[in-house]
């Protein structure tokens, strides 16, 4: 089994190889085929958050190192433990890694993405940068039907973080504006997934020219570049007053500062991204323009059957995708940091 790993934070990934594990229990062993790379991925590697004044949220504790990242996984059923049940060995799987810890009530209410006691591959268990990965039930298998091996991967998490954000505001924006901030990999998952959710006029901010021309292409009515002289104005002037939502795919300081700038009365607010920092914030303009504004982390597992089955119907656009060779682990992520990256880059061992 071989494996690109964290063996410093912030160091280049190293190459391990050891034995292929065997599964127990009810435990899942699939072999690779393919492992998206996200931008989260960079904050893991680098060991911290930004929290904006010079702040960082550490995230090294409780992980022990050499460690494999990697949540965008699909792959082929390679061994069942004994007690396993649900797939065959051959099986093709896309892997539900917002594992949590199954037994508290966030868990049993159907959160698991949000359990206090999280088990996510590959940001709290060895992930998918790897040849194997193993997968604690086959609950967390689901079927893609005849998606591409190297797109699937990318719905388990750029596609079900979307999915989870735009879910949250499809009722606000039902024959109005949506403003969608940033068009990288998330971001661009969720164009395409607002298209196929959605009955609302899709707006794409992001200062990267070549992004804009991308989204345009494939389908946003409208593009912004928030860099721009008056782009708040052409926003306010696309939607008569104010996009009915914002989601920003960014989370930086500028991103979530531009998204509040362009809400409308009444509007919401979802924050995706984890790119870092801080803003200020008028409280005053929370009640005065009755304004929602909260965020939103991946998706629960219902989320994701809703989600694979939208995309096996064929109802959602693919989003570009660049396939590179396991061993690019390292420069993937090095362009991805340097915003290098349209679409998805995804490993395949």
């Keep these: 089994m071989r494996s690109l790993q964290i063996a410093e934070y912030g160091k280049p990934l190293e190459a391990f190889d050891k034995t292929e594990p065997v599964p127990e229990g009810e435990a899942v062993l699939v072999k690779i085929t393919a492992s998206g790379v996200c931008h989260s991925d960079v904050h893991i590697w680098e060991g911290f958050f930004d929290l904006g004044g010079e702040r960082k949220a ?73 040849s194997h990965v193993m997968v604690p039930h086959a609950r967390y298998l689901y079927d893609y039907g005849e998606v591409p091996d190297a797109l699937a991967c990318t719905y388990a998490c750029s596609g079900i973080t979307a999915y989870g954000a735009l879910n949250k505001v499809k009722e606000i924006v039902k024959g109005q504006h949506l403003l969608i901030v940033g068009a990288g990999g998330v971001g661009f998952a969720g164009l395409m997934l607002a298209q196929a959710m959605l009955d609302a006029t899709i707006i794409v901010a992001d200062i990267d020219e070549k992004k804009l021309a991308q989204a345009k292409a494939s389908g946003a009515a409208h593009v912004v570049n928030p860099a721009a002289e008056g782009a708040r104005k ?116």
């Design 58 to 130: 550490d995230i090294t504790r409780g992980r022990a190192l050499p460690f494999t990242m990697g949540h965008e996984i699909v792959g082929e059923v390679a061994a069942l433990g004994p007690e396993a049940k649900g797939v065959r060995v051959g099986d093709k799987r896309i892997v539900y890694p917002w594992i949590g810890c199954g037994e508290c009530p966030v868990c049993r209410r159907g959160d698991e993405h949000l359990c206090p006691k999280p088990q996510q591959l590959g940001v709290h268990k060895d992930g998918g940068y790897a």
């Design 234 to 349: 052409q926003v306010m002037a696309l939607t008569g007053g104010g996009a009915a939502a914002v989601v920003d795919f960014v989370g930086s300081s500028k991103s979530a500062a531009f998204g509040l700038s362009c809400l409308a009365a009444n509007a919401s607010m979802v924050v995706v991204g984890l790119f870092g920092g801080s803003f200020e914030l008028s409280t005053a303009l929370l009640p005065l323009k009755n304004l929602t504004l909260r965020g939103s982390i991946t998706g629960s597992p219902a989320e994701m059957a809703a989600l694979m089955e939208l995309v096996k119907g064929g109802l959602v656009k693919p989003l570009p995708v660049t396939a590179r060779p396991l061993d690019q682990a390292q420069a993937s992520l090095d362009d991805l940091r340097q915003g290098n990256v349209v679409g998805r880059v995804v490993l395949v061992p």
